[in-house]
């Protein structure tokens, strides 16, 4: 294997694993997807039921995911607080678990992107940016698969992120604070397009970073 075939399997991974890992971040950080969904989930039920407090007002819901997504998007924070309300600590450590796969996306998102540069840099001499088409097909088939895992999963994060996704079962928080009950049913699945739709988006993004630098570099006639 000469040096440059070398680069090329180095940045064609870091492509995707750049691409899936700030598809995850984006995900985390989208707020309007919450306020979409809890606002459906909350006119969709009956006057009665929210007169009797069985669940949070529109406002007051958004207002404490809010402070939640706060407090999970930040890298370093390790605590959560809802506005006027506690949090088990039970559901604290579930949270924790949830959030070290953030963190790790980050940790991957960080070094696939040093080190992608470093391996476009080196391309660049011989103008090699095939990896950036490589990546995106790399990263359509890592989404697959990582879909694939929590599909199939049979205990564990991934079991319970697909009881989320496709059952609307938050069980896996305890029962005890508000989270559980802010927490509308269709939020994880939607969460699950939206992260795909970006991966896709993300793609699509390399593929044009790919065309321009052939289009700049092409001969040209005067």
């Known amino acids: 294997?000469?040096?440059?075939?070398?680069?090329?399997?180095?940045?064609?991974?870091?492509?995707?694993?750049?691409i899936v890992s700030t598809a995850l971040i984006l995900v985390c950080f989208n707020r309007s997807i919450y306020s979409r969904c809890y606002e459906d989930y909350y006119n969709n039920q009956t006057e009665?039921?929210?007169?009797?407090?069985?669940?949070?007002?529109?406002?007051?819901?958004?207002?404490?995911?809010?402070?939640?997504?706060?407090?999970?998007?930040?890298?370093?924070?390790?605590?959560?607080?809802f506005s006027g309300y506690d949090i088990l600590d039970t559901n604290v450590a579930r949270l924790k678990e949830l959030k070290f796969i953030y963190r790790l996306a980050w940790v991957l998102a960080l070094v696939s992107l040093g080190l992608g540069i470093r391996s476009f840099v080196v391309l660049s001499k011989r103008r090699q940016y095939m990896p950036l088409i490589y990546g995106g097909t790399l990263a359509a088939f890592l989404t697959v698969l990582n879909t694939f895992f929590v599909v199939s999963a049979k205990d564990g994060v991934l079991f319970s992120?697909?009881?989320?996704?496709?059952?609307?079962?938050?069980?896996?928080?305890?029962?005890?604070?508000?989270?559980?009950?802010?927490?509308?049913?269709?939020?994880?699945?939607m969460l699950l397009l939206a992260y795909i739709a970006i991966v896709f988006i993300l793609i699509l993004a390399m593929v044009l970073v790919r065309w321009f630098i052939n289009y700049c570099g092409r001969p040209h006639k005067f």
Do not use: W
């Not at 294997?1 to 750049?18: D, G, K, P």
């Not at 009797?52 to 819901?61: I, Q, R, T």
């Open 48 to 81: 009665a039921k929210a007169e009797m407090g069985d669940m949070l007002s529109a406002f007051e819901a958004q207002l404490n995911y809010e402070h939640l997504a706060e407090d999970f998007t930040g890298f370093f924070e390790n605590e959560y607080e």
């Open 1 to 18: 294997m000469n040096r440059y075939t070398f680069y090329q399997i180095i940045a064609s991974f870091c492509v995707a694993i750049f």
């Open 161 to 189: 992120l697909r009881n989320m996704i496709f059952k609307g079962d938050y069980s896996f928080f305890f029962e005890g604070d508000i989270l559980r009950g802010m927490l509308p049913p269709d939020f994880a699945r």
